[in-house]
């Protein structure tokens, strides 16, 4: 408990904490105080003149966002010379302010428009003619229109605090000063942040332009679908359709705050996008027609060809394949059908990487995302988060900028992170095995630095920034790691042993929005991974019943695979590759559409709630595999209530013991899984194995010396995200139209050689 | 009292009144004759909407849904839309327009708190009081029944000019 002193806030006395913000402490305490430029955890602007105050013995009003309370302050928020000020700035505010409202998208949702509401005079006294400026893009998806600006300065503190990029910036002096960007054309990673914090209408969501109001707009909080971060995410629906995806203060409390990236903000056409699957399809004889067909005849088919391969090869010859992309529900209704209906091991999921020898030997708890912000010290090995899990990036940046820690990296690419490393150690690609190694056992270092390429006392410097640390120390890493190198990083907490004050904390970065969760369930737990139950597709397995497709990567040189198969039914949104060889495909429905839960990254259980009812004749994954079962003559005892098989996960999965769904009612107080933490373990086997591989390492191999391009990952296309349009202009390189005041969308013909190939999943 | 006596009385009521009747049918008549002629309405009348446009003949409306919100009875559905086409080729004056624009009379209650919310007096009350149609269906009125382009003038009615007294129901007749 921090200090407590003592401020007088309109004759009241107060304690408040030591170091707290003026601005902060009349809020707690119940006063209201305007502000536009004030942004907790954002750089102090103090801009606007909104925020004043009157505090004793200091000469003239101050800005109370600036302000640091001290004790025996005293300070009158509301008082008549206040409230001139207060409805002077506005009126200068509004000097340039075109109040074209009618046609803005912020109406309805405006803190200027609030503001005027509050302090704004009735008639305008200026009769000077306003700054006309028109209405542009910056980019396909942000949308700006320069005279609704009222410089806050949010957006370009925004864009340089939290994406570190720059890409926006104030540019002109005194009246004329406009919000703009380097050379008129946003080349930044469209996160669209600057969008959600802006006060006005000036940036404006470009996939959402002139389409309806906030208040018309049914608002569901739900959780993001696409990595591993899970950030919580308001979806504004109306009429069966969603409209946009916004993370609004206002709206949604979730551990991401307002921040969102290109993916959760703008990728949501998908879910009404005109390609998704409306009815079951059904293909009656091998290399015949697909044909559009009822549920019920679509559920019987599955259920009698399954019942045959069963009754001709034995349960163990029929694959489930779950997906890290579904709900914890849905994945776990696979999994009961695995095992309850057909008594198969063959189940698993169709993920890029396994986390189970990470889990196995977990030696210290998950680092939340809030854990991340306020570190010490932070390892990065691989990985790319800015680009694979952005509000990781996120918070590892701002906890270097704002919270003054040291961040380590290993990574064979110059990733954009390394601007904010105290070290950054360049290795040679497919290396990162040997950091590993030469962080456990210092023995090795010098060896592995060899291989590494790098000089023998970096990993020595490394080492020494961990042990100390005083605070928390996040050890994070990517996907690049082995089984063997995830098992020694999960023990890497008791390789350093216990420091008085200093606390480790892991953090793995799997690719997609429930990895954790299907791990958590232990659908990763299968006799056979993706690749081997396709490589074992026509003989050991001779069906498979897919929900999800599986990645790209997985089919690369497997393409066969699927067509050996004696039966296949998968469950899809979109004819995607696994869904085109299949026997029957039956219409999911989207993150959108379905009740459920996400477990990100930190282990955190979020909800995903249905925002608008499924589209065409879809239906959500674990009703489709309930339906099933009980075709096949197996009732679930799901109910047909999500809420009943997240009971039932609750009691069959330790991690997840007495969750409901009523504790995970508040976004803002989400719900960490108690992940079994094993002890120290004998890791010498794992050891011996990673130095056997370092030997195998090529000493003469070229370094990656170029840092990739921003949005080579965010911007691929993917099932998803190819759906959207603005990501085909994105990932073509995201050229500059020949007008800014329209559309790129009108202007650039979306010719299917600019679309850059989508190798891997989204 | 005899049989006689009562037919006399009787007939004597009947021509009582039959007279007041027919002193009637030479006078000045008050009632409006329509539809045979038309009806003079008052100049702030509230019928059924006019959507207006302007000088150029594009569209007033810049769909900003401020009429649908301002509604009571829950009457307008609008769909905005985007129109990127340069100014003198769009649908509307501005970028953003009603690419739908649906008014149910079946729930309007004329109330004109969509007129008075109308922040670019797109809309306003006509004086078409017309609306009766067999189906239900068809008191859906969509932006080509709304437009002051599409409405025709019926020949039902006219508009009193603002100093014209045409309040009868307060006349010495």
């Known amino acids: 408990m921090a200090e407590l002193i003592k401020v007088i806030i309109n004759g009241q006395d107060f304690q408040v904490e030591k170091g707290a913000r003026l601005i902060d402490a009349c809020r707690e305490n119940g006063y209201s105080i305007a502000s536009f430029c004030y942004y907790a955890d954002l750089a102090l602007q103090a801009s606007c003149r909104m925020c004043l105050v009157r505090i004793e013995k200091m000469p003239k009003l101050q800005t109370s966002c600036t302000i640091t309370c001290t004790d025996g302050m005293v300070v009158t928020t509301e008082s008549e010379e206040i409230e001139k000020a207060r409805r002077g700035m506005v009126e200068f505010l509004l000097a340039n302010h075109p109040l074209d409202c009618p046609v803005c998208d912020r109406g309805g949702e405006c803190e200027l428009q609030e503001m005027v509401f509050d302090w704004g005079d009735l008639e305008e006294r200026f009769t000077e003619r306003k700054n006309y400026a028109p209405e542009k893009f910056l980019s396909p998806v942000v949308a700006n229109d320069s005279q609704r600006c009222i410089l806050c300065k949010r957006c370009t503190r925004v864009c340089d605090e939290w994406m570190g990029e720059d890409a926006i910036e104030a540019g002109g002096r005194g009246a004329h000063t406009v919000i703009g960007t380097y050379g008129g054309w946003l080349n930044c990673s469209q996160c669209g942040n600057c969008i959600e914090v802006c006060p006005t209408g000036t940036l404006l969501d470009a996939t959402y332009r002139h389409q309806t109001r906030p208040w018309e707009l049914s608002r569901t909080t739900s959780t993001c679908s696409f990595c591993s971060d899970g950030c919580q995410l308001s979806v504004g629906s109306r009429r069966g359709e969603v409209m946009r995806v916004v993370a609004r203060d206002r709206y949604v409390n979730g551990h991401n705050g307002e921040f969102l990236c290109i993916k959760g903000r703008f990728a949501h056409p998908f879910v009404n996008h005109e390609e998704r699957l409306r009815t079951p399809l059904v293909r009656y004889k091998k290399g015949g027609r697909l044909v559009p067909t009822t549920w019920e005849e679509a559920v019987r088919f599955a259920a009698q060809k399954l019942q045959e391969v069963k009754d001709a090869h034995g349960g163990s010859a029929i694959g489930v394949v779950g997906s890290p992309r579904l709900t914890n529900e849905s994945n776990w209704a696979l999994l009961r059908f695995a095992r309850d209906v057909l008594g198969t091991d063959k189940y698993t999921a169709s993920e890029a990487f396994s986390l189970a020898p990470f889990f196995e030997n977990l030696s210290a708890p998950l680092a939340t995302h809030k854990d991340i912000r306020h570190a ?37 690419v110059p990733i954009r992170l390394k601007e904010q490393a105290a070290q950054f150690v360049h290795i040679r ?16 270092a010098e060896v592995a630095a060899s291989k590494l390429g790098v000089e023998a006392d970096e990993i020595g410097k490394a080492s020494q920034i961990i042990s100390e640390t005083a605070g928390d120390v996040v050890l994070m890493f990517g996907g690049e790691l082995s089984a063997e190198a995830q098992s020694v990083v999960a023990q890497l907490p008791a390789a350093f042993g216990e420091k008085e004050g200093r606390r480790f904390l892991l953090h793995p970065l799997p690719l997609f929005n429930n990895s954790v969760g299907v791990h958590d369930l232990g659908l990763m737990n299968g006799a056979l991974n993706p690749l081997e ?9 001779r069906a498979l019943y897919v929900a999800g497709g599986f990645l790209p990567a997985h089919l690369e040189g497997r393409e066969g695979a699927l067509s050996r198969l004696d039966f296949l039914a998968v469950q899809e949104l979109f004819l995607t590759e696994t869904a085109e060889a299949a026997d029957v495909i039956f219409p999911a429905a989207s993150f959108a559409e379905t009740d459920g839960t996400f477990t990100n990254s930190d282990g955190l259980v979020q909800r995903v709630r249905q925002s608008i009812p499924p589209v065409h004749q879809s239906k959500p994954d674990w009703a489709i595999t309930s339906q099933l079962a009980s075709a096949l003559g197996t009732d679930l005892g799901f109910q047909m209530s999500s809420s009943n098989i997240f009971l039932d996960i609750a009691h069959g999965v330790p991690a997840y013991e007495g969750l409901r769904y009523p504790l995970l009612k ?8 108690k992940h079994a933490l094993a002890g120290r373990r004998d890791v010498t086997a794992q050891l011996a194995e990673l130095r056997r591989a370092l030997e195998s390492l090529d000493e003469n191999a070229e370094k990656i010396t170029e840092t990739p391009p921003v949005g080579h990952e965010l911007f691929k296309l993917g099932v998803l995200t190819s759906k959207v349009p603005q990501f085909h202009l994105l990932a073509a390189g995201n050229p ?5 005041l329209v559309s790129p969308l009108y202007q650039i013909t979306l010719d299917p050689g600019l679309r850059r190939e989508a190798a891997a999943g989204d | 009292m005899s049989i006689i006596t009562e037919v006399i009385e009787n007939t004597r009521a009947i021509i009582k009144g039959m007279m007041t009747t027919v002193s009637y049918i030479p006078r000045e008549k008050w009632t409006v004759q329509y539809p045979d002629e038309p009806v003079t309405l008052q100049p702030r009348f509230r019928g059924q909407h006019l959507l207006h446009v302007d000088e150029l003949g594009r569209e007033k409306c810049v769909a900003c849904y401020l009429c649908a919100a301002a509604c009571p009875s829950d009457c307008i559905y609008i769909v905005a839309a985007d129109d990127p086409r340069p100014a003198e080729e769009r649908t509307g004056v501005d970028e953003r327009y009603a690419k739908v624009y649906n008014i149910d009379y079946g729930r309007c ?29 068809d008191l859906l009125k969509t932006k080509d029944d709304l437009l002051i382009t599409k409405q025709k003038q019926s020949p039902n009615y006219r508009v009193a000019f603002s100093d014209e007294d045409v309040d009868s129901e307060y006349k010495e007749v």
């Open chain 1, 429 to 444: 690609p497919g290396s990162e095995d040997a950091v590993v190694l030469a962080l456990a056992s210092p023995g090795d």
């Open chain 2, 109 to 137: 209650i004329f109330c004109g708190f969509c007129v008075e919310a109308c922040p670019k007096d797109a809309i306003t009350h006509g004086y078409n009081f017309e609306l009766s149609v067999y189906s239900r269906a």
């Open chain 1, 533 to 541: 139950i396709l490589d074992a597709a026509g003989s050991e397995v």
């Open chain 1, 666 to 673: 508040d976004e803002s107080k989400p719900v960490q899984v």
């Open chain 1, 376 to 412: 010490k010290t932070i390892v990065l090995i691989g990985g790319e988060p800015e680009e694979l899990q952005p509000l990781t990036g996120k918070q590892v940046r701002q906890a270097v900028r704002n919270g003054g820690a040291k961040l380590v990296i290993f990574n064979s």
């Open chain 1, 736 to 740: 500059e139209p020949e007008s800014v």
